[in-house]
């Protein structure tokens, strides 16, 4: 039973800070590709970043010089630092694992998901 469980989610105030954490398990390689999505309301799902092999790193424009995705294969861990965040930025941020070859940037390319963390900047 693969699991991804998100963390470090919550409320902070524009120009702040969070550190998002996401650990899987029932898994022995989480494959080459591990991401970081989010959805706001009434909005479709979004690629943040993405952490692919060789350390091959993809962010979205609105996260480029402000967001930090990096990852610890031994742990099958993947993290995303998020400096100055914008109210633009509220949303359920979500982990993702890709168990093909590659790295896209389409939701529906990714295998398992987490249930989500809610960051809400205000």
């Known amino acids: 039973h693969v699991q991804l469980v998100e963390s470090g989610g919550g409320s902070v105030e524009v120009e702040g800070s969070l550190r998002l954490s996401c650990v899987a398990s029932?898994?022995?390689?989480?494959?080459?590709?591990m991401g970081w999505f989010r959805q706001a309301p009434g909005k479709e799902r979004e690629r943040v970043a993405t952490y692919g092999g060789y350390g091959r790193i993809n962010y979205a424009d609105s996260a480029k010089g402000r967001f930090t995705i990096t990852r610890d294969e031994d742990k099958n861990a993947v993290y995303l630092q998020m400096d100055s965040l914008k109210i633009s930025d509220t949303g359920t941020y979500y982990c993702a694992v890709r168990l093909n070859s590659g790295c896209p940037i389409r939701p529906e390319d990714f295998t398992y998901w987490g249930q989500g963390t809610q960051v809400t900047v205000s």
């Open positions: 029932g898994i022995t390689y989480v494959g080459p590709c």
